[in-house]
């Protein structure tokens, strides 16, 4: 979906009278957010959703992502980078994702052990380990989704 499309829908589902009104900006510029504005005939206006994405294609900095997906309650994950020559070894891919995962659960294990409780130190290995194991997964099933195995 282009971004005018999905503040578009977006925007239906509460109101556009009501989203301007929080924005504090007039129903007729958000409706123009809502139409194309890719091309000079287009009749749409850039929206925010457009300048989020190029201020973090001017910076690279994946913290403007990470802040949005915090402020949805989630998390921001980049998908991993594909090998150029990749291994066709679907056991060695495995193994992989198993260790990663073996790696996670050591983590859990001795940030427990120590004192039956997790603390923020403990929390932040784990998610560390927690990003690895998924940054594995993910290139595992992109792997697969391509076709190499």
Known sequence: MKSHEV???SVED???KTIASDLGVSPSLL????????????????????????IFEATGDEQIISWLCQKADG???PNPTTEENPTK????????????????????SE???????ICEEDSKKIRKEWEELKGVGESF?????????
């Open 31 to 54: 409706y123009k957010w809502c139409q194309p504005g890719d091309e000079p005939t287009d009749s749409g206006a850039t929206n925010p959703l457009d300048r989020l994405a190029r």
């Open 75 to 77: 998390f921001y994950c």
């Open 111 to 117: 940030s427990n052990r120590n004192d039956s409780k």
């Open 7 to 9: 503040l578009k829908q």
């Open 141 to 149: 099933v992109h792997a697969c989704e391509q076709g190499l195995f």
């Open 14 to 16: 509460v109101g556009v």
């Open 89 to 108: 070894d679907l056991f060695a891919h495995t193994q992989k994702l198993v260790r990663e995962f073996s790696d996670l659960l050591q983590i859990i």
